[in-house]
DNA sequence: TATTGTTATACTCTATAACTATA
DNA sequence: TATAGTTATAGAGTATAACAATA
């Protein structure tokens, strides 16, 4: 059973989830076949950006915020220590918690390395009008809330 | 080196291609996360809707529409004659290609169990505005236009 | 007991390299 | 030779189940 008939009433009849599934499975794809130099991985350049963003936080928040289980966020914090872009250490009240931080390595390469890992993305961005950059910003908001339920 | 400052003028500071990425790597995942009572993949019914849009298509074709390489085409066209979902000619002229075509029970399974499958997104773009969804559905329209590239 | 996190394991997705068959 | 496709192989991404440590 459909949810609404909303499809046919306001855009086309192609779906519109099919089609934003399709648009999003197919930019994903794209994203991750961009590597640079270094070896991260995207996952783990995800990772990073919401350390950046958020400061410091609990495994379990970073994956939550990431939207993964924790065992996935196990392994991408590993790699992130590895590559020294990520410090851990003890919570302060509560022993099975730890305080996952972005080391001053990993401060660095959010603010060099990202920009260079999304140079595709920005190139077919600057590519668009203004107009339909507003609108795909408007739209990743919409898409992040989406994803985040 | 950035392509263009555009996004301080027009957007907000955080990046518009940061943002966008994280929306769509977040969307990804919960997509893929999404399981119906069948084992058939989100990359599969993605290959899938693409036979149906488009119809027959050589493996070659339908790894392009879909931006990934052959070899990872001719897995996923594998699983679908497997599944009974799709079937494989010869090319009429040209004996190294082959016609992919949607089977009878593969156009069923088109229209009545995508729409399971994407019961979840389908659920969240019900809870949006008509505004949302119409700015979605231009969204999905620029995102995939960029990922064909 | 409940919660946080890790380890073990397995499966999907995808790519590159090497190969086969046909043009 | 060039092209279409497949096979072999490997790495990334992710999950569930089982476990350990702490609350």
């Known amino acids: 059973m459909r949810y609404a008939n909303y499809v046919t009433d306001t855009v086309d009849e192609q779906g519109l989830a099919s089609r934003l599934r399709l648009a999003v499975v197919r930019l994903n794809r794209r994203l991750r076949a961009q590597r640079t130099n270094s070896s991260i991985t995207l996952?783990?350049?995800s990772a990073l950006s919401t350390l950046?963003?958020?400061?410091?936080?609990?495994?379990?928040?970073?994956?939550a915020k990431e939207g993964v289980q924790p065992p996935s966020m196990t392994r991408v914090i590993a790699a992130l220590e590895e590559f020294g872009f990520a410090t851990r250490r003890p919570h302060p009240t509560d022993g099975r918690q730890a305080i996952v931080q972005l080391s001053d390595s990993g401060l660095a390469f959010v603010n060099e390395e990202v920009g260079a890992r999304e140079?595709?993305?920005?190139?077919?961005?600057a590519e668009l009008t203004a107009e339909e950059r507003e609108l795909l910003s408007r739209a990743a908001e919409?898409?992040?809330?989406?994803?985040?339920?």
Chains 1, 2 share one sequence.
């Open 142 to 149: 919409i898409i992040d809330r989406m994803a985040g339920q």
């Open 119 to 125: 140079a595709w993305l920005d190139k077919r961005l």
């Open 43 to 45: 996952t783990q350049v």
């Open 52 to 63: 950046h963003k958020c400061g410091p936080l609990t495994p379990g928040e970073l994956a």
